[in-house]
């Protein structure tokens, strides 16, 4: 099936990260070692958390138009073309604690840096719209080649894409990735534990 933007450009399915060939030499947890992608790990452990009744957070779902249909037989019908209608904000959102949570996740494969373009406009935009609002929100950032998770607060993400406008590096170094975000570590359940992260980032903003 052939999927476009709203500016027509063709959607090109994202390569599932994480698989055994790419962690055969890396040391994780076993719980890791799924072949999951990042949105896989975090719809599991968003489940995890619905089902004890300790957050209630899912993947938005991005309207379709459909453009071609083909139907072999009556019983069945197979989508040949369709169109985002609009651009996506970002992937998650929900409530935890009274607290609004909305945040995108993104995963690379640079080792050092993770490059600012995984990012779009609309979707910093849409951040900023909703930290004016009150909500606790984040970018959820893995490193696949060594799985490394760590959730940046939206305000360290505004800055380094603001800096991007006047000169500054088109990616954050991993570094300060350590120093400003929160790394999250694998486990049994939930498989990312990022609500721990959470917890302390809403310390840290005092909300």
Known sequence: MTIHYPNGQQYTRPNQQGSSKQTSNVTRSVYGKRGMSLEQEINESNAYYLAHNIAVIHKKPTPVQLVKVDYPKRSAAVIKEAYFRRPSTTDYNGVYRGYYLDFDAKETNNKVSFPLKNFHEHQIEHLRACVQQGGVCFAFLKFSHTNQLFLLPASKLFAYWDEQDSGGRKSIPLKNIEQDGY?????????????????????????
Do not use: S
Not at 198 to 205: F, S
């Open 183 to 207: 790394q999250i570590t694998y486990q049994f359940n939930p498989l990312i534990p990022y609500i721990d992260a959470v917890d302390r980032l809403i310390e840290d903003l005092g909300v």
